[in-house]
């Protein structure tokens, strides 16, 4: 199953995961795009200013969920998801605009 720039505007992540599992059989994968957020990029967007454009309330419709490799990671894992692998594109390293995330699900 392949969920792109989706997962980052869901109330409920988890039943994302959830609802691949349904539709997966045994041992399917599952692969997730959405915007990359780390430490090193944060502090970036906040020493340039640029923290409040990036993360506004304003947006109608915006992103509500910002992930990280440790947040993926954690959600993944508490779905007894594995094989968790990382890819990302866009701009420098530790500040790139995506990252792609691969795992498999465990039934």
Same mark, same amino acid.
Request: contains cysteine.
């Given at each position: 199953?392949?969920? !792109?720039? !989706? $997962?980052?505007?869901?109330? /409920?992540?988890?039943?994302?995961?959830?609802?691949?599992?349904?539709?997966?059989?045994?041992?399917?994968? *599952?692969?997730? %795009? %959405?915007? /990359?957020?780390? /430490?090193?990029?944060? *502090? !970036?967007?906040?020493? %340039?200013?640029?923290? +409040?454009? #990036?993360? %506004?309330?304003? @947006? +109608?419709?915006? #992103?509500?969920?910002?992930?990280?490799?440790?947040?993926?990671?954690a *959600?993944?894992?508490?779905?007894?998801?594995?094989? $968790?692998?990382?890819?990302?594109?866009?701009?420098?390293p /530790? *500040? @790139?605009?995506s990252?792609?995330?691969?795992?498999? $699900? !465990?039934?």
């Open positions: 199953m392949i969920a !792109v720039e !989706v $997962i980052e505007h869901l109330f /409920y992540p988890k039943e994302l995961v959830r609802n691949a599992k349904k539709c997966l059989k045994p041992n399917g994968g *599952l692969i997730l %795009t %959405t915007p /990359y957020h780390g /430490y090193l990029k944060n *502090l !970036v967007m906040a020493a %340039t200013g640029k923290m +409040d454009n #990036h993360f %506004t309330a304003l @947006w +109608d419709g915006g #992103h509500i969920k910002f992930f990280s490799v440790p947040t993926m990671t *959600l993944l894992k508490s779905e007894n998801c594995t094989n $968790i692998k990382f890819k990302f594109a866009g701009r420098f /530790y *500040l @790139w605009k990252m792609l995330c691969s795992s498999t $699900i !465990v039934q």
